[in-house]
């Protein structure tokens, strides 16, 4: 009996010894499968804070250095739900500049405690930008959702007080074409090649490509009751396109009722923008030296072209500003412009590299065979733009100070202003 005891008691003794073994590893392996959940949630939390930085930074006040986020940092960052002062994370950039680039490198640090003893998740990233000066190709700005500016040699873009220079045209905000706020980049072009913008007094607005849509109806001219209807300014839709193709910003393609506006093709070649000059020049005697004025401006660049505005700029410029409800963006305010449009039996405009050529019909409401060439088809406002001086015949299709539209023929005496247009060969 005793010795059976003795294996009972042994029995039991080991079987508690085991049962403590068991639960210790039970709960060492429950303790470790926690830990591992939380510093996975920790990893993934870092990973959706640094995504967040490589699109915008700008909340951070320094530029080398660290610093511990914040609840307002997290807030600038729209990960308000991640704050957690119990885990605070340390943050330090460094950066490097050459003549070409910026490389910036991103170290974060997740701390278990206040105290920050011990580092509980790390996560790092490089950014590498380009610090050129001109953007030579057609490329999509994902942050603005339009086509990069072209800034070829001798263009130089300006802030958006149109007083300073922009010192890194990938980085720095000088423009924006967000309907609720737009501001059109705008740039000026040092015609002599000295260096310096200070004696250039043309400014030009970029006019990056895009599909539109009538929305609305003008019948002023034709109605004598409404002869100066105003323009509803919900009248024309646009969807901005990806570099040279027809597809939209989320690269679908454009949406049933959107055509893509003829001012971005010319010879056959789609164009990615257009650069518009913003203000009239001073005034001409003849179409002629309009046209050889404006084509001066570039000269003898291989890769760029400058011309006098043809009818279809015009539009595209007019049809941007009324869709973003912005029409002080470029000052159409003048009534009396050469335009680089008229009959195509006109030996002067057909020798032009750039020109909109019509087909005369005097007995239709346009006064254009098929409205050839016209961005302006669907509506009344489609009109004939001509050769200035002429008598008694072409309709130009102008914006008055009012804010209506009016059709006005401008009499053989006057002296027409012109503006200039900007273009990629």
Known sequence: MKNSRG?????????????????????YNGVTVIA?????????????????????????????????????????????????????VHLTKDFYTDKTKKVTTYHLDMYDGTEMTEVYASQEFTVEKSLEKNVYVATFDELHGVNRPILYD??????????????????????????????FAKMKYDTNGDGSIE?????????????????????????????????PGSA??????????????????????????????SADVEKPGIWVAIESSENAT??????????????????LSSHLMTNSEFSAALYLMYAFNCLEQINFERYDEYVAAGSANNSTLKSLEFADLYVRDDD??????????????????????????????????????????????????????YRSVIVTK
């Open 364 to 417: 239709s409401d346009t006064g254009i065979v098929n409205k050839n060439g016209d961005a302006m088809t669907e509506t009344n406002w489609d009109r004939y733009t001509g050769v200035f001086p002429i008598s008694q015949a072409n309709i130009l299709v102008r914006l008055l100070e009012s804010g209506y539209f009016n059709f006005d023929v401008a009499g053989s005496s006057e002296l027409n202003h």
């Open 199 to 231: 004696d250039e007094t043309i400014t030009y607005a970029w006019i990056p490509r895009f599909a539109y849509s009538i929305q609305e109806y003008y019948d002023g001219l034709n109605n004598p009751l409404r002869p100066f209807t105003k323009v």
């Open 236 to 265: 024309i839709k646009i969807v901005f396109l990806r570099e040279n193709t027809n597809y939209m910003t989320n690269n679908e393609t454009i949406p049933s009722g959107y055509t893509i506006h003829p001012a971005f093709r």
């Open 7 to 27: 294996i009972s008691v042994l029995a039991l003794v080991i079987t508690v010894i085991v049962m403590i073994i068991i639960t210790s590893i039970t709960v």
């Open 154 to 183: 001798n263009m130089y873009a300006l802030s958006t007080d149109m007083s300073t220079l922009v010192e890194d045209v990938y980085e720095d905000t000088w423009y924006n074409y967000n309907p609720s706020a737009p501001s």
């Open 286 to 303: 003849t179409f002629s030296s309009a046209v050889s004025v404006c084509h001066s401006i570039i000269g003898t660049n291989d890769n």
């Open 36 to 88: 591992d959940a939380r510093k996975k949630d920790a990893t993934d939390k870092l990973s959706t804070i640094c995504s967040s930085l490589r699109k915008d930074d700008s909340f951070l006040d320094f530029m080398n250095g660290e610093t511990i986020l914040n609840e307002q940092d997290y807030i600038a960052l729209d990960l308000r739900e991640f704050y957690d002062e119990d885990y605070p």
